[in-house]
């Protein structure tokens, strides 16, 4: 399979604790790319770092790319309860594959 | 921003239907389409490419005379999941990606649940 893994497959903190998620992939790509995923709901983008980016920065976001181990991570600082959702990485070349996911619990 | 429009949100129906869903980009042109599939509490599976004007391209074990798609415009692809049974049933979503799209993301419709009786 070319799905990437992701882990931890589960992660709870407490609001204000700050999360970090890791994706291993096993192809060449174009971009990675980070997703959000609200129970039972769609899929909601938040943050693309392209294969010749190492780390990128929205917000309370920040990602990292190493392709030469193929890995990439997602820190959300100062985690609300409101980040409570499944965060999917996926890689693209010309078509997006993704990773297995973390589910994130925030409690207040 | 550009929006994915996925009709019906939910489908309910008895085991023997087909049942159409509906992904349209409603303000950009998308000449790829993507459907993918997801179990509860599990990841996305790229089931198929939708390309306009020609046939889908489909991954390793998806049936495509179970999983017929079409992707007549620009703007519209279907997929049409034929003679369902209840192990069909399962949360798909499609995306989509503007022309000339270079390393920018696809577009997500809201998904479709749909559950077999």
């Known amino acids: 399979s070319q799905q990437g893994e992701e882990d931890p497959q589960a992660l709870s903190i407490q609001e204000g604790e700050n999360a970090t998620m890791n994706c291993s992939y096993k192809?060449?790509?174009?971009?990675l790319q980070w997703y959000r995923q609200n129970s039972g709901r769609g899929l909601v983008h938040l943050i693309l770092i392209r294969s010749n980016e190492r780390e990128k920065h929205s917000g309370r976001l920040r990602v990292t790319l190493d392709t030469s181990k193929k890995s990439s991570s997602l820190l959300i600082t100062a985690s609300r309860a409101a980040d409570t959702a499944s965060y999917f990485c996926?890689?693209?070349?010309?078509?997006?594959?993704f990773g297995t996911g973390t589910r994130l619990q925030v409690f207040p | 921003g550009a929006v994915v429009s996925q009709h019906p949100s939910r489908v309910i129906c008895k085991s023997g239907t087909s049942v159409k869903i509906e992904c349209r980009s409603l303000?950009?042109?998308?000449?790829?389409m993507f459907w993918y599939r997801q179990f509860p509490k599990k990841s996305l599976m790229l089931m198929a490419t939708s390309n306009e004007g020609s046939k889908a391209t489909y991954e390793q074990g998806v049936e495509k005379d179970k999983f017929l798609i079409n992707h007549a415009s620009l703007t519209l692809s279907t997929l049409t999941v034929t003679s369902a049974h209840p192990e069909d049933s399962s949360f798909y979503i499609c995306s989509a990606r503007e022309l000339r799209d270079g390393n920018q993301p696809q577009h997500f419709g809201d998904g479709t649940r749909l559950s077999i009786l």
């Open positions: 192809t060449s790509i174009n971009n």
């Open positions: 996926a890689t693209e070349q010309d078509k997006l594959i």
């Open positions: 303000d950009f042109q998308a000449t790829t």
